[in-house]
T-cell receptor, first 115, second 109 residues
């Protein structure tokens, strides 16, 4: 299957810091990427849909000014958690797919711990 | 009501056992269906898609009943390596995936 990478794999930061997470599709072009968040013992929750060259679409309850998404190319989307707080500590996972109905491939995830 | 509901388990079974997981979804307009597997502290990995006609991949059989909005996964001859969380996933359209909370499977020797 296709390969999606994320960087960094783990981040520990102080409260108030902004953290940037990169998601790359390594062997295919992804017009759409998705960002999920998973809290312990809970399911993945879709945060936003990232579209190449246009604004991201955020799910209800997700603050667009706090979680900045940029999808500048067909192989890279970034999620920036601005002024992170302890309650933002979570497992952030991106996925990428080539188009409607196509399989989504997940990145390995980024564990964020905000102290 | 949650969009995708699963029995959280855990299901504790001996090696060689057959185990079945169930899942229900609330949106009748859902377009496609999947089972994913997630190991501890890892990303989900696609196990198999689910079709109305039912489909089988080795020891794994998936079934979809659109009328009842019900999806199932059957694992035969369980292996220790099958221990994981199994996620029922529904595509709501526009490639928007909704995940169930997962069912934990523990296979023991």
């Amino acid at each position: 299957g296709a390969v999606v990478s994320q960087h960094p794999s783990r981040v520990i930061c102080k409260s108030g810091t902004s953290v940037k997470i990169e998601c790359r599709s390594l062997d295919f072009q992804a017009t759409t990427m998705f960002w999920y968040r998973q809290f312990p013992k809970q399911s993945l929750m879709l945060m936003a849909t990232s579209n190449e060259g246009s604004k991201a679409t955020y799910e209800q309850g997700v603050e667009k000014d706090k979680f900045l998404i940029n999808h500048a190319s067909l192989t890279l989307s970034t999620l920036t958690v601005t002024s992170a707080h302890p309650e933002d500590s979570s497992f952030y996972i991106c996925s990428a797919g080539g188009g409607e109905g196509e399989t989504q491939y997940f990145g390995p995830g980024t564990r964020l711990l905000v102290l | 009501r949650k969009e995708v509901e699963q029995d959280p388990g855990p299901f504790n079974v001996p090696e060689g056992a057959t185990v079945a997981f169930n899942c229900t979804y609330s949106n009748s307009a859902s377009q496609s269906f999947f089972w994913y597997r997630q190991d501890c502290r890892k990303e989900p990995k696609l196990l198999m898609s689910v079709y109305s006609s039912g489909n089988e991949d080795g020891r794994f059989t998936a079934q979809l009943n659109r009328a009842s909005q019900y999806i199932s996964l059957l694992i035969r001859d369980s292996k220790l390596s099958d221990s994981a969380t199994y996620l029922c996933v529904v595509n709501m359209g526009g490639n928007k995936l909704v995940f169930g909370a997962g069912t934990i499977l523990r296979v023991k020797s």
